[in-house]
C-alpha cells in the first residue's frame, strides 16, 4: 500500500488543523493506521491510530482530547483532526499502516510497515 500525507501549515497557536492520510495499491480495509510525529533531535513518537473496521482508536496521553483520528474506508482516507494547537506539536507528521497490529502494539512504530513521506505542522506561541 502507499500513503500519501497532507494538511501540514503553519498555525498558531491554539490554532487547528485536519492532516490526511491517502492510501492506494491495496485494500484499505485491511490495515491499521497510525499518526506518528517526529521533531528535529528527538525520537519518532506515537500520536494516534486506528484499527481497520474504525471502531478502535488509541492516542497518546499529550494528544488526548485535542485531536481526534477517523476513516472513511471509502475514500481510502484517514484523517487527524488536530484542535487547540500547541507549539510543542511542531514536528513532521507521517501516518503508517500495518495489517497485523493488535491493540497492545498499535501505538508501536515497529508494528507499522508502510510509510507516507511526512507533512510538517508548525505551531507557533
Known amino acids: 500500500v502507499q500513503l500519501q500525507a497532507s494538511g501540514g501549515g503553519l498555525v498558531p497557536a491554539g490554532g487547528s488543523l485536519k492532516l490526511s492520510c491517502a492510501a492506494s495499491?491495496?485494500?484499505?480495509?485491511?490495515?491499521?493506521v497510525g499518526w506518528f510525529r517526529q521533531s528535529p533531535g528527538k525520537e519518532r513518537e506515537f500520536v494516534a491510530a486506528?484499527?481497520?473496521?474504525?471502531?478502535?482508536?488509541a492516542y497518546a496521553n499529550s494528544v488526548k482530547g485535542r485531536f481526534t483520528i477517523s476513516r472513511d474506508n471509502a475514500k481510502n482516507t484517514v484523517v487527524l483532526q488536530m484542535n487547540n494547537l500547541k507549539p510543542e506539536d511542531t514536528a513532521l507528521y507521517y501516518c503508517?499502516?500495518?495489517?497485523?497490529?493488535?491493540?497492545?502494539?498499535?501505538?508501536?512504530?515497529?508494528?507499522?510497515?508502510?510509510w507516507g513521506q511526512g507533512t510538517q505542522v508548525t505551531v507557533s506561541s
Open positions: 503508517a499502516a500495518g495489517r497485523t497490529i493488535i491493540s497492545s502494539t498499535m501505538a508501536s512504530d515497529e508494528a507499522y510497515h508502510y
Open positions: 495499491g491495496d485494500t484499505f480495509t485491511s490495515y491499521t
Open positions: 486506528i484499527k481497520r473496521s474504525g471502531g478502535s482508536v
